[in-house]
């Protein structure tokens, strides 16, 4: 048996729809954009939708919109997946990493004042593997400062902070639909905000910088094209539909995992906070640092494919490292938690004879791993 890491959850209903787009004659900027839009800003509370062919794009768009540039400072999370930081050197602004929490790994509200000087401008807190961060400290620290919030939410659809739907305390918020996400559109992301002037501006960026009621070739800005198709879009509505039921099962999944896991020597569980639903994007584990890589070996090589997440963190990429000459030591939590992390096969159709494959596995890894230790302490 090969368990893999991730699996698209798409059915007949996804199928069908997008067949519908490509039999009709509209297939960019048209109705079903539109209603992809307005599902997914009514999912998640929020008065306003934009669709875009990336959270990436997502992310650059709204740093933009915000009028973030040269010589700005921006509060970002060195654990996290590298876009949530580039978005702030596409526009020549100077990402500022605060270190996290160890349990949640989202970035630690008590160190973010100390990172605050004149030229911050705005915060990007990530709601890491689908827990929110702790939006309501982050929400006051930023209204004292006077900063922007931009809620990286591309791995937390539909999570929620004190019963309030994370992606919906910032300014704005990005999602991400790449197939490893909680839902997909192959690729894609969504904007969503409550600020009509943000959401006028971000429409008109995604659309090389049209304004609303002008002409096909009247630009009134710098833009790009970062529109999603129709049948992109198509997909997105049928899979925005069926999200409540995709974190619904994840949720089961990872409380199974946890059950499953429970009494195995030497790994940590994931933690949720109380003020938390966790929405589950990936189920990581934590062991040992010196053990991670080889037990990895062993899970991969027993049809378990499981992976270092996030490794290495993101001032320790090799750009970042030498623009910024970040070392080691700089942001000690991140760091040790991106050496012991790892996370395991997890997707929305995954199989309860799936998850004891996966633990009984595991259990044989770590049983190897202690043999091969002891072995080396008696040569
Ligand atoms: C997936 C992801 C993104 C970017 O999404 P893409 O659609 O792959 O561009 C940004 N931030 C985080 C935290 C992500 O996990």
Redesign the pocket.
């Known amino acids: 048996m090969l368990v893999p890491l991730s699996q698209p959850f798409v059915g007949e209903e996804e199928i069908q729809a997008v067949i519908e787009v490509m039999r009709s004659s509209q297939l960019a900027l048209g109705p079903q954009t539109e209603a992809f839009e307005q599902a997914f800003a009514e999912a998640h509370g929020a008065k306003y939708a934009i669709a875009v062919n990336?959270?990436?794009?997502g992310?650059h768009v709204v740093v933009r919109a915000l009028g973030i540039g040269e010589g700005d400072e921006v509060i970002s999370s060195p654990f996290?997946?590298i876009?949530?930081s580039n978005c702030v050197l596409f526009e020549k602004a100077t990402p500022v990493f605060v270190d996290v929490l160890d349990d949640t790994f989202n970035i630690d509200p008590d160190k973010i004042e100390a990172a605050i000087t004149p030229r911050t401008k705005a915060i990007i807190p990530?709601h890491?593997f689908g827990q929110s961060a702790d939006m309501d400290r982050i929400m006051e620290i930023a209204r004292k400062h006077n900063l922007k919030v931009i809620e990286?939410a591309?791995?937390s659809p539909l999570a929620k902070h004190n019963g309030k739907m994370a992606g919906t305390f910032g300014d704005c918020a990005v999602y991400?639909?790449?197939p490893n996400?909680q839902m997909t559109t192959g690729?894609?992301?969504m904007i969503i905000t409550n600020d009509e002037e943000l959401y006028k501006m971000c429409r008109s960026l995604r659309n090389q910088g049209r304004g609303d009621s002008m002409q096909w070739l009247s630009h009134t800005r710098l833009g790009y094209n970062y529109r999603i198709s129709e049948m992109t879009a198509a997909m997105g509505l049928v899979q925005t539909q069926k999200l409540p039921h995709i974190i619904s099962k994840r949720q089961e999944l990872a409380a199974k995992y946890d059950e499953l896991f429970r009494d195995i020597p030497g790994i940590k569980l994931p933690v949720t906070k109380p003020e938390n639903e966790h929405t589950w994007?990936v189920y990581a584990l934590r062991i040992a640092a010196e053990k991670r890589d080889a037990l990895l070996k062993k899970l991969n090589e027993k049809g378990v494919q499981s992976k270092a997440y996030f490794f290495p963190c993101i001032h320790m990429q090799e750009f970042y490292v030498e623009s910024f000459g970040y070392k080691y030591g700089d942001f000690p939590i991140a760091e040790q938690i991106s050496h012991e992390s790892f996370v395991l096969p997890f997707f929305t159709q995954m199989t309860d004879e799936q998850m004891l494959f996966v633990k009984e596995k595991l259990e044989e890894g770590l049983r190897e791993l202690e043999d091969e230790r002891i072995r080396e302490l008696e040569n």
Not at 54 to 57: A, D, H, Q, Y
């Open positions: 990336s959270g990436t794009s992310l996290s997946f876009a949530s990530v890491v990286d591309c791995e991400g639909f790449y996400k690729e894609g992301g994007f």
